[in-house]
């Protein structure tokens, strides 16, 4: 083999291994790019799981004092009602099962209200399907009638300008 070619082989050779390096170096980039990302992600997840747990917590508290207090003011309903009266004993159980719920709400908190819709939903999946169902019907009406409400509509579905259109 002729100098010239020697040299030109050995040239190739350090050619490809500075590309085999440099795909080496690309791929350990890629590599520690990649497991930041995923690291990042993992925190970012749990740190806004986090933060949801935190506001629901907060939110089950309060949720729990506005039972609370209802639950008081229908204790006082039954006390200044007459003692003979069936309403007074309906609004007496009411409150007590009022007092019951945000005592649960506060010692449970969030999660365990979770935990527990969902071992109730293991136990008996076909109440919890109806009870959810029925449950999505009550909040689409409730939610319907407070837009008609905001919409100015009555329970007729008119408003107060198409009835004066249509008596003009």
């Known amino acids: 083999m002729s100098e010239s070619a020697h040299v030109d082989t050995h040239r ?8 085999r390096g440099f795909t080496d170096t690309a791929r350990e980039q890629t590599r520690a790019v990649t497991d930041q990302a995923r690291s990042q992600a ?3 997840a749990h740190d806004l799981r986090g933060r949801v747990t935190d506001e629901a917590d907060t939110q ?3 949720t729990a004092g506005a ?17 003979d009266s069936p309403a007074q004993s ?4 009411a409150a007590d099962q009022g007092h019951r719920a945000a005592d649960y709400l506060d010692r449970h908190g969030f999660g365990g209200l979770v935990e527990d819709v969902q071992g109730f939903a293991r136990r008996r999946p076909a109440a919890f399907l109806g009870g959810a169902a029925l449950a999505g019907l009550a909040i689409g009406r409730l939610v319907k009638a407070g837009r008609a409400e905001a919409d100015g ?5 008119h408003g107060a300008d ?4 249509r008596e003009v």
């Open 153 to 157: 509509h009555g329970s007729d579905g």
């Open 90 to 93: 309906l609004v007496a159980q």
């Open 60 to 62: 089950t508290h309060r």
């Open 42 to 44: 993992r925190t970012t």
């Open 162 to 165: 198409e009835t004066e259109q």
């Open 67 to 83: 039972v609370r207090q209802w639950a008081d003011d229908m204790a006082g309903l039954a006390r200044n009602a007459p003692a």
């Open 12 to 19: 190739a050779q350090q050619s490809g291994d500075g590309s």
